[in-house]
């Protein structure tokens, strides 16, 4: 970062004696023997009249050496930068060493967030097609944190839905004897059998229907009898879901039901604003917004904030518990299905017209699917959460045990639990949100390549050398001149940019792809470069600082993706 700085600061200088002050974007090349950091010339030859080999030439000879740049060079339209390389070295593993645990960590931001993720109607066990939201959710959050800002986490909860009436409906009718075993003694697995009997009754009598029907409009109309029994239900499944996701150390700071916004009045404050705004109309006794103005086309161009009956819809109280969130907040962020993509923008035109303080951002993802097609929870057609966690942790547990047979079954038991879940959390957040993911479970328990247990490993391998020798306080690290000692440092120094670029970009994959070419340097290091028994006892101590730099970054980027960075395996 301290060389991209001082590279800007150069060519700003000169590219203003051409009359270019905009924006300086620089590059990284493709290989080292290219540099470090490049600038692009090409769009200057429409200014300058010239062929972009030159202008870089011109460059080129024009930028002087400083604290970090070392050379520089010119070819094909480009200016290559290289850095300092001792000074690199030097300055990179000093200041890893020294900051430690918040090595990485970006300036206090103070500025307030609310992150709000999964959400899942508690009707039954989150299912591995969900699961994508609260790992992606509590991913960010930890970036977000790790960037500098304050982050609050939020679970809005369901409570006057269908789902959720139908296992109200289920646990207060259904005979619990004339349902199958549970897949196990947990609240969600137990009493998801009755949201599921509730789903076939419904298909094959019109009156299941019509019962659970009157409960939703009582609930939407906030009759306190009726959201009780709601709530009574919907608890249970709740604390099975939050038992579930804290395995995987997901929690959080608030759950907000739904109903909040209709007990308080706030749907109805915000259904008479919205009946003010020019944009909107009726159809019947039905109010809507017209969305052609804001760029809707097709069959969406109306969106309707009330029925024709006067209830109001699940986008309306969204809308109102986001009116709430702004109040609270400076900067709003949704976690949101692919599927909730025009629902999330009907609620963001609304709030413009009510004039939110804060409009919030969504990170929208692609669902995990079966090979054959989407998991349905009420048909009873899903992989569950717990079924893939239990499983990757017997798969670990076996690898652990066939390498460590000589660890204490508690222990080998940990490192299971530890490097299991890292292997479920990886396998999601290590794809763009936007791709889809077929979950395969050969790909999601793979401990090899690109996976969780890859990262863990290096780690435990920089924590056993350490072991059998500490590094010193203070080494002479201008010794680390081979060229896998200096790639290793390079990536080493990458690591804040990487977080800003994550965060920004509301992308935590690219932590993870961060991680994997450290570990995969870290290892090619190991083989080329010998610690212990290095050519001497100065160049050992310089190497064990840098196993001590590697070990302390890896911990810190495992961390910001929930996972366990264990001292081995």
Wanted: aromatic share 10%; net charge neutral.
């Amino acid at each position: 970062m301290s060389l991209k700085k001082e590279i800007v600061n150069s060519l700003r200088e000169i590219l203003s004696t051409y009359g270019y002050t905009e924006e300086i974007n620089l590059e990284t090349p493709p290989s080292p023997d290219k540099g470090d950091v490049a600038f692009a010339c090409f769009f200057l030859s429409k200014i300058l009249k010239q062929a972009p080999d030159k202008i870089a030439e011109e460059i080129a000879s024009k930028i002087k050496t400083k604290e970090w740049i070392e050379d520089v060079t010119a070819e094909r339209g480009y200016v290559n930068f290289f850095i300092n390389r001792d000074k690199l070295v030097a300055t990179t593993i000093e200041i890893i060493r020294k900051m430690d645990e918040s090595y990485g960590m970006l300036d206090k931001k103070n500025i307030k967030m609310i992150i709000e993720h999964t959400s899942a109607n508690p009707n039954g066990p989150l299912h591995v097609g969900r699961a994508r939201n609260p790992i992606l959710g509590d991913t960010l959050v930890r970036l977000y944190k790790f960037a500098g800002y304050d982050v609050e986490t939020q679970f809005y909860v369901d409570d006057l839905g269908k789902q959720v009436a139908m296992l109200a409906w289920g646990i207060n009718n259904i005979d619990p004897k004339t349902l199958p075993e549970p897949s196990r003694e947990k609240p969600d697995h137990v009493f998801v059998r009755f949201y599921q009997k509730t789903y076939q009754l419904m298909e094959e009598d019109d009156k299941v229907s019509d019962e659970i029907a009157k409960l939703v409009r009582e609930c939407e109309l906030g009759h306190t009898e009726a959201l009780e029994l709601v709530k009574e239900a919907y608890e249970k499944v709740l604390e099975g879901i939050k038992q579930s996701l804290s395995r995987m150390d997901i929690h959080f700071d608030v759950f907000v039901p739904e109903s909040k916004f209709v007990k308080d009045g706030s749907v109805e404050k915000v259904v008479e604003a919205l009946k003010k705004s020019e944009y909107v109309d009726r159809e019947g006794k039905a109010w809507y917004i017209d969305l052609k103005t804001f760029g809707v086309s097709g069959r969406n161009t109306k969106f309707f904030f009330t029925r024709s009956d006067g209830t109001t819809l699940y986008a309306t109280r969204d809308i109102a518990y986001h009116l709430w969130k702004a109040e609270r907040a400076d900067m709003l962020l949704n976690i949101l299905g692919e599927d909730h993509k025009l629902e999330a923008k009907q609620v963001q035109i609304a709030l413009k017209l009510l004039n939110a303080k804060v409009i919030p951002k969504a990170v929208f993802y692609a669902f995990v699917t079966l090979p054959g097609g989407k998991m349905s929870t009420r048909r009873g057609r899903a992989v569950y959460l717990d079924d893939l966690i239990d499983e990757a942790v017997e798969r670990a547990y076996a690898e652990v045990k066939k390498r460590r047979e000589e660890l204490p079954e508690d222990k080998i038991k940990n490192i299971a639990e530890i490097v299991g879940i890292g292997a479920v959390r990886y396998n999601i957040i290590k794809v763009q949100p936007e791709k889809e993911i077929v979950f395969k479970w050969e790909d999601a328990l793979n401990f090899e390549g690109n996976s969780a247990p890859f990262i863990q490993y290096a780690h435990a391998r920089a924590c056993s050398i350490l072991r059998k020798e500490e590094a010193p306080e203070y080494a002479h690290t201008n010794l680390l001149s081979h060229e896998q000692e200096v790639r290793l440092v390079k990536i080493l120094a990458r690591f804040p940019e990487a977080i800003g670029m994550a965060c920004n970009s509301n992308k935590p994959n690219l932590v993870a792809n961060y991680l994997f070419d450290l570990a995969s340097q870290f290892n090619q290091f190991y083989r080329d470069c010998p610690v212990l028994k290095a050519e001497n006892s100065s160049l050992k101590k310089a190497r064990l600082a840098l196993v001590d730099a590697t070990r302390i970054t890896l911990r810190n980027g495992l961390s910001i993706l929930g996972i366990k960075a264990p001292e081995e395996m």
